[in-house]
T-cell receptor, first 117, second 110 residues
């Protein structure tokens, strides 16, 4: 149980275009999902907290207009990287909190590798 | 700001030996800690967690120790196997969000 999927697993896009990444909780409902970014050989950095039915909460230094988050259902959150540039190339990982489970627990997706050329 | 960090970036261990991975945290108010394993190109995988009211917790081949006095966390892996090769992160609860440490790369020698 507690499986989180991401789609796509990898994507290559041209500079200036937008890319959407999906995060789904497959067997549980998630009122809260989290989006992380991980650069090579670095740790996970929280970008934003995605709340079902309300606006996302962004961490300091993360541009909300560039990284659009939509959490329209209890099983899906999307991250759209708008006007992507090479410096946005990274590993994007989402996690989800089971609405009926312990508040501390997060279940992680497999990640999406974004390469902007 | 306060964050979780790791003492050593890399650890090389002989197969069959025990591994010890360390983590220092700076937020004395943290009440929950987790160890994750991340293999190349994959998302983090939960290993074991511990609450601040405990000083030791054991799982299958893994033990987490928490020393609140010196704000230190460690993960012990018994009889390390080749499949244990990965990057290990400690994370702490920070207002119901997770703050990750820098990570330790563990390489198991055959």
């Amino acid at each position: 149980g507690a499986v989180v999927s991401q789609h796509p697993s990898w994507v290559i896009c041209k500079s200036g275009t937008s890319v959407k990444i999906e995060c789904r909780s497959l067997d549980f409902q998630a009122t809260t999902m989290f989006w992380y970014r991980q650069f090579p050989k670095q740790s996970l950095m929280l970008m934003a907290t995605s709340n079902e039915g309300s606006k996302a909460t962004y961490e300091q230094g993360v541009e909300k207009d560039k990284f659009l988050i939509n959490h329209a259902s209890l099983t899906l959150s999307t991250l759209t990287v708008t006007s992507a540039h090479p410096e946005d190339s990274s590993f994007y990982i989402c996690s989800a909190r089971d609405a009926g489970g312990p508040i501390y627990e997060q279940y992680f997706g497999p990640g999406t590798r974004l390469t902007v050329t | 700001g306060e964050s979780v960090g790791l003492h050593l970036p890399t650890l090389s261990v002989q197969e069959g030996d025990n591994s010890i991975i360390n983590c220092a945290y700076s937020n004395s108010a943290s009440d929950y800690f987790i160890w994750y394993k991340q293999e190349s190109g994959k998302g983090p995988q939960f290993i074991i967690d511990i609450r601040s009211n405990m000083d030791k917790r054991q799982g299958q081949r893994v033990t987490v120790l928490l020393n609140k006095t010196v704000k230190h966390l460690s993960l012990q892996i018994a009889a390390t196997q080749p499949g244990d090769s990965a990057v290990y992160f400690c994370a702490e609860n920070d207002d119901y969000k997770l703050s990750f440490g820098a990570g330790t790369t563990v390489t198991v020698r055959a």
